[in-house]
């Protein structure tokens, strides 16, 4: 549902309620995949609440990548074409061989940015509390999710938290902490045992049989001597054979 947005539950603020930036741009490196790079789009969001004449702001962060505002640009485009005749995402197309270069990056990213400001200035575009706003717009920026979950439950925008594109399904890039190993509340380690607060013994290793270098240099030198035996035994034949008369 649209939740708070639409159920009568909350209006907007007056004056301008949403604003938008393209901030920042990363490079996600996945194990087994290749990299791409995304760009935080920060969202500022105010409602005033019918019920209690409240005005609540909402603060959260989404990352994208350049794919999803090219699709997102032709939905624009099919839906306010006519407002968007000098409003242009910069080009797919590269002119660099390197797509993760830093420079080529930013310029990319100031160029989004511009672009989103743009977008943010079309008449009624963000007005999502209504039914004629673009729906494509509204889930691009998670607004039903963000409003749902509530002001005191927002993801932070520190560049941490936020929604990610990751291959294009909205998966999430949280950071969690004192719940993984190498976080302060559970550093890696000996554990503590249970009965006091001084550190298990470390369990005991298994032992494991090598053939080390003695080993290895007995085998030499035992194939020396015998092949040594050996030769003396022709030369002695040898010298037998020449006294022979």
């Known amino acids: 549902g649209n939740g708070a947005l639409v159920g009568g539950k909350a209006a907007p603020a007056s004056g301008p309620f949403f604003t938008s930036v393209v901030r920042r741009c990363r490079v996600n490196r996945e194990e087994g995949a290749r990299s791409f790079a995304e760009y935080e789009v920060i969202c500022t969001l105010k409602l005033l609440s019918a019920r209690v004449q409240q005005e609540r702001v909402y603060k959260w962060s989404v990352w994208r990548r350049y794919r999803d505002f090219f699709a997102l640009d032709r939905s624009l485009r099919a839906l306010v074409g006519w407002r968007m005749q ?56 998670e607004v039903d999710e963000v409003v749902q979950r509530g002001p005191d ?15 294009g399904s909205g998966g999430r890039h949280l950071s969690v902490s004192g719940s993984g190993p190498g976080s ?23 032992q494991i049989r090598r053939v080390g270098a003695r080993t290895t240099s007995s085998l030499v030198h035992m194939s020396s001597t015998r092949l040594r035996q050996q030769q003396q035994q022709k030369q002695q034949v040898t010298a037998a054979a020449a006294v022979a008369p």
């Open 153 to 167: 439950s927002q993801v932070p925008v520190d560049g941490t938290g936020g929604s990610g594109s990751g291959s």
């Open 184 to 206: 302060p509340d559970k550093p890696l380690g000996r554990k503590a045992s249970k009965k006091g607060d001084h550190p298990a013994p470390d369990p005991p290793q298994p």
């Open 86 to 141: 000098n409003v242009h995402l910069p080009p797919k197309k590269r002119l660099t061989w390197n797509k993760l270069d830093i420079n080529f990056l930013e310029e990319r990213r100031q160029g989004i940015d511009h672009y989103w400001q743009q977008v943010m200035q079309i008449d009624r575009i963000t007005d999502f509390h209504k039914h004629d706003c673009s729906q494509e717009l509204k889930i691009f920026l």
